[in-house]
């Protein structure tokens, strides 16, 4: 029973287009979204973060969207760079009173072409 | 402020063999978190720890232990080692005493092979 769901595996967009990456989640007792870059062989790196009582967050080149009554979030990076090209990881976390336990989709791999 | 360091980075074991994998923070955080990470299945938690002397059981938990050594460290351990645990490892830590628990930072990770 996968909670958080990313469809599509991979993705490949022109230098300076925007980039578009989905997730899908079950549980409506999720109480943040999180979304992680990882490049190969290193760990993944915290980029932009949502609370659910939120629709959108904004940090540079990146923003999140939240519409809950889908159950949808999305990722766009405008515009997309080389540096870019990562796995991209949809994560999201119910807050236990002592600690947030994160559950990740499957990636997406973002491939930026010149 | 080396951040969350994991060792050792790399680790081929034969079926049995045990071996514990090490993690530490230095960012004064008070919860830890150990997940494996398979060919298209995201990052699964194996077991996490809210404060140092407790540890509670993730998704994954079965074939593996673990000890909060102290605020620092988070150690897990594989007794009896079996192809299935073939996996990277992702050590991750999160809450500063003056920030909410959501993120989590994590360390390179640790390639097990288990033949």
């Known amino acids: 029973d996968q909670q958080v769901k990313q469809n599509s595996p991979s993705l490949s967009v022109q230098e300076g287009r925007i980039s578009i990456l989905n997730c899908d989640y079950t549980?409506?007792?999720?109480?943040?979204f999180l979304w992680y870059k990882k490049y190969p062989a290193e760990g993944p790196t915290f980029l932009i973060s949502?609370?659910?009582?939120?629709d959108k967050n904004e940090d540079g080149r990146f923003t999140v969207f939240l519409n809950k009554s889908a159950k949808h979030l999305s990722l766009h990076i405008v515009p997309s760079q080389p540096g870019d090209s990562a796995v991209y990881f949809c994560?999201?976390?119910?807050?236990?009173?002592?600690?947030?336990?994160?559950?990740f989709g499957t990636g997406t791999r973002l491939q930026v072409t010149l | 402020n080396a951040g969350v360091t994991q060792t050792p980075k790399f680790q081929v074991l034969k079926t049995g063999q045990s071996m514990t994998l090490q993690c530490a923070q230095d960012m004064n955080h008070n919860s830890m978190y150990w997940y494996r990470q398979d060919p298209g299945m995201g990052l699964r938690l194996i077991y996490y720890?809210?404060?140092?002397?407790?540890?509670d059981k993730g998704e994954v938990p079965n074939g593996y232990n673990v000890s909060r050594l102290n605020k620092r460290e988070f150690s897990l351990r594989l007794e009896s080692a079996a192809p299935s645990q073939t996996s990277v490892y992702f050590c991750?830590?999160?809450?500063?005493?003056?920030?909410?628990?959501?993120?989590?930072?994590f360390g390179p990770g640790t390639r097990l092979t288990v033949t």
């Open positions: 994560a999201a976390t119910i807050y236990t009173g002592t600690a947030s336990k994160l559950t």
């Open positions: 991750a830590s999160s809450g500063a005493l003056d920030e909410r628990d959501y993120e989590q930072y």
């Open positions: 949502i609370s659910s009582i939120k």
């Open positions: 549980n409506s007792m999720f109480d943040y």
């Open positions: 720890s809210a404060s140092e002397g407790t540890t």
